[in-house]
């Protein structure tokens, strides 16, 4: 095993990279320290992972200073409003991602591209660009690397990382170093429970703060946002945007554990090679049992025209259905060039096109009636039976 990381030098090096010094406060440390603790308690730091995370690392103190910088130099940054934003949450595999892909279609939504929330983060350009933002062709070649390295990983998250697509809004809240992603990229397990039980306060703070940095120069009618990660701090979410409209997606649990630990064991095994499905199978399910049980106390609180529930099923079966359901239950008008767009997206972007995610249930180290048991409380309400295939 290779030396244990600390945080100082990241920061260091940041300040000698930029020129800059303002972080824009310390909040981000707590986050920062609970990642390198795990960093070097939950993995063998062999030298392509320590290389990949001191990147990661760099980079989100990279863009906090380049960021505090911007909104120094252009206060009017923050006079921004972010009016009546539409956040997309669920269990991860619940049809979140669907869900947002299709809004997104909606020309007068403005939602978090891919390449504008990886690095670096900054405004996007003008609304008549004289060239092409090189980053997408960045993000491309990114991602079509990973892909290159892990096949199957098509299969399972295909849709999530399109250079134009949409993105999630925890790319935003890991400038506090809140991200559920490494957790489930790389078996992170402490990092990822500190997540689940963290104040996210500073993290929505940063995230308005960014969406107002991008809303600058390319304003829409609407943000239409989403990432599971929002159960662990829906009642923070809505401090922060007290106009928010949430949709709540919902499937069966016992399916969405399963493609769940799948998806964490490929990743793992990608960005690590030190993958135990037995050990992911133990922590996968009881960490967002938790952020469930948490978005639904605050839920019971919101005003029902607040709140929307779609289900799996539906999105499966109809999903256009499901849209328009959407769509009237917040009084948006659903025009006909929105539907146009989605038919025609789902027309040319059938679940096949990004492969399969296939898996034997067996090999997961998942108990049915363990999860039955630990995830009753949700089965019963929304009268979710486990039919789903």
Not at 74 to 84: A, G, R, V
Not at 98 to 118: C, G, K, Q, V, Y
Not at 145 to 169: H, S
Not at 245 to 273: C, K, N, Y
Request: glycine share 8%.
């Amino acid at each position: 095993m290779r030396g244990k990381l600390v945080s100082q030098p990241f920061m260091e090096n940041a300040v000698k990279a930029t020129g800059l010094e303002d972080f824009g406060g310390d909040t981000f440390r707590h986050g920062l320290e609970a990642l390198i603790y795990s960093l070097n308690n939950d993995l063998n730091l062999a030298e392509g992972t320590t290389g990949y995370f001191q990147q990661v690392i760099t980079q989100i103190l990279v863009n906090r200073l380049q960021v505090t910088q911007l909104i120094k130099d252009h206060p009017e940054i923050l006079d921004e409003k972010i009016k009546s934003p539409v956040f997309i949450l669920g269990l991860p595999r619940s049809g979140t991602t669907i869900t947002h892909t299709l809004m997104a279609l909606d020309p007068l939504s403005r939602f978090l591209r891919n390449f504008e929330s990886a690095a670096a983060v900054c405004p996007a350009p003008s609304l008549m660009p004289p060239e092409p933002d090189p980053r997408v062709q960045t993000g491309h070649d990114a991602m079509e690397g990973l892909y290159a390295m892990g096949p199957k990983l098509r299969g399972i998250n295909g849709i999530n990382f399109m250079a134009l697509g949409t993105a999630e809004c925890q790319n935003l809240m890991a400038h506090e170093f809140v991200h559920a992603g490494w957790s489930a990229g790389s078996s992170l397990f402490g990092h990822g429970n500190w997540v689940g039980s963290c104040d996210m306060t500073p993290a929505y703070l940063w995230h308005k703060q960014l969406l107002q940095m991008f809303q600058w120069k390319s304003p829409n009618e609407r943000w239409v946002l989403k990432a599971p990660i929002h159960l662990f701090g829906l009642e923070t979410l809505m401090e922060t945007y007290p106009d928010a409209r949430i949709i709540f997606t919902h499937r069966d649990p016992f399916e969405a554990m399963m493609s769940g630990v799948s998806m964490v064991s490929h990743w793992t095994q990608l960005t690590t090679g030190q993958v135990d499905i037995a050990a992911v199978a133990e922590w996968y399910p009881a960490l967002w049992a938790k952020g469930l049980m948490r978005a639904l106390e605050v839920r019971d609180t919101l005003r029902k025209d607040r709140v929307i529930d779609i289900f799996h099923t539906d999105l499966t079966q109809n999903p256009l259905g499901s849209m328009k359901s959407i769509y009237e239950h917040f009084g948006i008008p659903f025009s006909r060039t929105v539907e146009k767009r989605m038919k025609v997206w789902l027309r040319d972007n059938p679940r096949s096109k990004f492969g399969s995610h296939s898996y034997n249930p067996a090999d997961l180290g998942l108990d049915p009636n363990q999860e039955k048991e630990r995830f009753g409380f949700y089965l019963k309400r929304f009268n979710l039976n486990g039919a789903e295939a």
